[in-house]
């Protein structure tokens, strides 16, 4: 509504917008998508942390597992995904499941890299029959250290985000404060085929450098 009062004066357009406006919710939750990720992923580096330590102390995966469910339990809500998964990955071991299986079976329902990798190094680190312990532990080192890395690459970024969203209202801020103060000097712009045309093209224009901005602060590690 408000792109169409600044930029058209008119609802007339608005089925012509409505791809810009699928596409701004379409990132809208990516952008969800992605904090929801990067939530669970620093959960999962908690996890995956307080296995590594309960197997130092001597506990078989399975138990380890168990465990670390355990542990991290006073650390996040009840509600919390990764306290669901590890609920259900200890059930699933009481249901006599190896622990390659439980594990597989989260990576697939996460679909997250960092997970399928720890999987995929338990995995091998079994079948390899050597030090398969010293193994998982060294694979949590380095995927927690990449995790670790990327929550600072994320706040890092964080002002640059505030600052992109600051820039993509000027626009707004700046036609709509001319609007309504010097409405004569607009005027020629709205209730026309040249104007609409005018605005047209600075809505591709402004679209344009949106997503190349998107495109820019969004850095994967």
């Known amino acids: 509504m408000l792109m169409l009062y600044v930029f058209y004066d008119s609802l007339l357009p608005a089925p012509f917008l409505f791809p810009i406006w699928m596409l701004y919710i379409k990132d809208w939750y990516e952008d969800i998508s ?3 990720e990067q939530e669970f992923m620093q959960q999962f580096r908690d996890s995956i942390q307080a296995v590594a330590s309960v197997l130092k102390a001597g506990y078989s995966v399975e138990n380890a597992i168990r465990e670390a469910g355990r542990d ?3 650390l996040y809500t009840e509600n ?3 306290r669901r998964e590890y609920e259900r990955m200890t059930h699933q071991l009481d249901m006599n499941m190896t622990a390659e299986d439980v594990l597989s079976g989260l990576a697939e329902r996460t679909g997250q890299e960092d997970v399928k990798n720890f999987v995929n190094v338990f995995s091998a680190a079994k079948k390899s029959g050597g030090d398969s ?3 998982i532990r060294n694979a949590v080192k380095i995927i927690s250290e990449k995790i670790d890395t ?3 690459i994320q706040t890092m970024l964080a002002a640059k985000k505030l600052e992109f969203d600051i820039m ?3 626009p707004f801020a700046i036609i ?3 609007k309504l103060t010097f409405t004569e000097f607009l005027s020629v712009l709205y209730g026309n085929i040249t104007g609409a045309v005018i605005m047209s093209i600075c809505i591709c224009v402004y679209m344009g450098a949106y997503s190349f901005g998107r495109r820019i602060i969004r850095i994967e590690v």
Do not use: D, F, N, Q
């Open 176 to 178: 709509l404060y001319m």
């Open 72 to 74: 991290i339990a006073p």
């Open 80 to 82: 919390t995904r990764i």
């Open 34 to 36: 992605k904090k929801k």
């Open 150 to 152: 990327e929550k600072e």
């Open 133 to 135: 312990i010293s193994i």
């Open 168 to 170: 993509c209202a000027v």
